[in-house]
């Protein structure tokens, strides 16, 4: 592994095992939402951000989709349902990689639908109570068992390119972890969308500029201001149906 990859393997085994050890189901959405993998894996794979960065937002939101459905309606065991899932974003990543152009109007198209898809998701999905949960494994057991399952994933960056960026590296331990509250880790991804579609439109623009670090320095000032916002849309759509069905909006953590 090269240094990215180190630093890569740290951090989402160091996120992925916070997820696994906060209770409350919105507060494990949460932390899925921080850019701490795509920051890296943006370092390690070494490319600029172009149309299949984006894509894989919109490959993302179809793998947690994906294991909510299999496991809840399909009756799959969880830990099926995530393979599944992830070995699809894997092969749809791989093939779309290899023959899409990553600039020019294939990124700005990119941009417009993946935005769209996310807040349409965002402005449509309702709120749901989901039961809490908290890993009962000691951190030393659990710990370990997450840096596996990341090292794995890592090696599959060179197939996925930009798609590697936003692979559910976080995502599946979490699926894991929220496999009593899917429905609310599904209702996050569109807050990943719509947060980081103008991270991505920053980056792109500025990376030819001040290069990869400068690049990601600048998308993550946009990330700062676009993360209050698209929680406030959420919380927004939440209001809206709760008065829609005549109850209380319940207060976000």
Same mark, same amino acid.
């Given at each position: 592994?090269?240094? $990215?990859?180190?630093?890569?393997?740290?951090?989402?085994?160091?996120?992925?095992?916070?997820?696994?050890?906060?209770?409350?189901?919105?507060?494990?959405?949460?932390?899925?939402?921080?850019?701490?993998?795509?920051?890296?894996?943006?370092?390690?794979?070494?490319?600029?951000?172009?149309?299949?960065?984006?894509?894989?937002?919109?490959?993302?939101?179809?793998?947690?989709?994906?294991?909510? $459905?299999?496991?809840?309606?399909?009756?799959?065991?969880?830990?099926?349902?995530?393979?599944? %899932?992830?070995?699809?974003?894997?092969?749809?990543?791989?093939?779309?990689?290899?023959?899409?152009?990553?600039?020019? $109007?294939?990124?700005?198209?990119?941009?417009? %639908?993946?935005?769209?898809?996310?807040?349409?998701?965002?402005?449509?999905?309702?709120?749901?109570?989901?039961?809490?949960?908290?890993?009962?494994?000691?951190?030393?057991?659990?710990?370990?068992?997450?840096?596996?399952?990341?090292?794995?994933?890592?090696?599959?960056?060179?197939?996925?390119?930009?798609?590697?960026?936003?692979?559910?590296?976080?995502?599946?331990?979490?699926?894991?972890?929220?496999?009593?509250?899917? $429905?609310?880790?599904?209702?996050?991804?569109?807050?990943?969308?719509?947060?980081?579609?103008?991270?991505?439109?920053?980056?792109?623009?500025?990376?030819?500029?001040?290069?990869?670090?400068?690049?990601?320095?600048?998308?993550?000032?946009?990330?700062?201001?676009?993360?209050?916002?698209?929680?406030?849309?959420?919380?927004?759509?939440?209001?809206?149906?709760?008065?829609?069905?005549?109850?209380?909006?319940?207060?976000?953590?």
């Amino acid at each position: 592994m090269e240094r $990215w990859d180190i630093a890569l393997l740290i951090v989402v085994s160091i996120q992925a095992t916070l997820v696994a050890y906060v209770r409350q189901p919105r507060a494990k959405a949460l932390l899925v939402t921080f850019p701490f993998p795509f920051s890296l894996a943006y370092l390690s794979v070494g490319r600029p951000v172009d149309a299949t960065n984006v894509l894989g937002m919109a490959l993302l939101l179809l793998f947690v989709h994906g294991v909510r $459905w299999l496991h809840v309606h399909g009756k799959r065991h969880i830990v099926l349902a995530i393979i599944a %899932a992830a070995i699809l974003y894997g092969v749809l990543g791989a093939a779309i990689a290899r023959v899409l152009p990553g600039g020019g $109007w294939v990124f700005w198209t990119a941009c417009a %639908a993946v935005g769209a898809l996310g807040a349409t998701f965002l402005h449509l999905q309702p709120h749901r109570e989901e039961p809490s949960h908290r890993s009962p494994l000691p951190v030393w057991v659990k710990l370990p068992l997450i840096a596996a399952v990341i090292s794995v994933l890592i090696l599959t960056k060179h197939w996925l390119q930009g798609f590697m960026t936003v692979f559910p590296m976080v995502t599946v331990v979490a699926a894991y972890e929220a496999r009593h509250s899917l $429905w609310t880790l599904s209702r996050q991804i569109p807050v990943v969308i719509v947060t980081m579609c103008p991270v991505m439109i920053a980056m792109h623009l500025a990376q030819p500029h001040t290069g990869p670090y400068g690049a990601l320095a600048v998308g993550w000032l946009v990330f700062a201001g676009a993360l209050p916002v698209a929680e406030w849309l959420k919380h927004r759509t939440h209001t809206r149906y709760a008065l829609a069905v005549g109850s209380e909006p319940a207060q976000y953590n």
